[in-house]
């Protein structure tokens, strides 16, 4: 279910789509949010919806992470959440359900954290993710995260194309 792309093929793709003229371009650190445009342009092609989550959308899913996100007439299976933190001029991490490394979900097994800068994933306990959530949407009402052009915190819900409700 995971996709995984090379630095080159996401870099290529995005220049493909005319979202900049050259890789250096891609990224402004501290600066636009330009770098959302390109890994959402990626998200799309593999045939993956983004869903802002403002803080108090984000609270509403602390119970259960990747149950079903529902909006409008239309429910979208979670598959993972990017967030975008203000370390280093902004970083984007992402935090993927247990099945992603072959794990069980429970208790003692709730999420995967991926980091860039880290050479490993770290598993997360139930109390971890929802700390990490928490931490996340205490944030975002800090930065007043409106989702604009200059985006320096944000949470996003990544799902599966939506299904149409009955």
């Given amino acids: 279910m995971a996709a995984f792309w090379s630095a080159a093929a996401f870099v290529d793709s995005a220049l493909i789509a005319n979202l900049g003229d ?8 501290g600066g636009a949010n330009y770098d959302w445009s390109v890994l959402h ?24 992470p990747f ?14 959440y990017i967030l975008r933190t203000t370390q280093g001029g902004g ?6 359900p247990p099945s992603s490394l072959g794990l069980q979900a ?9 980091d860039s800068l ?10 971890e993710a929802e700390d990490l959530l928490t931490a996340c949407a205490l944030e ?5 995260a409106g989702f604009g052009h200059d985006l320096t915190w944000g949470a996003f819900l990544i799902s599966a194309q939506g299904q149409a409700l009955d």
């Fill in 22 to 29: 050259a890789p250096e371009n891609l990224v402004q650190p």
């Fill in 41 to 64: 342009h990626n998200l799309e092609i593999s045939g993956l919806a983004s869903h802002p989550l403002p803080p108090d959308l984000l609270q509403v899913r602390l119970a259960a």
């Fill in 67 to 80: 149950a079903n996100h529902v909006a409008a007439d239309r429910s979208y299976a979670a598959v993972a």
């Fill in 91 to 96: 970083h984007w991490i992402a935090l993927l």
């Fill in 106 to 114: 429970g208790e003692t097994v709730a999420a995967v954290l991926c």
């Fill in 118 to 127: 880290q050479p490993a994933p770290y598993v997360l306990t139930f109390a």
């Fill in 140 to 144: 975002g009402v800090r930065a007043d």
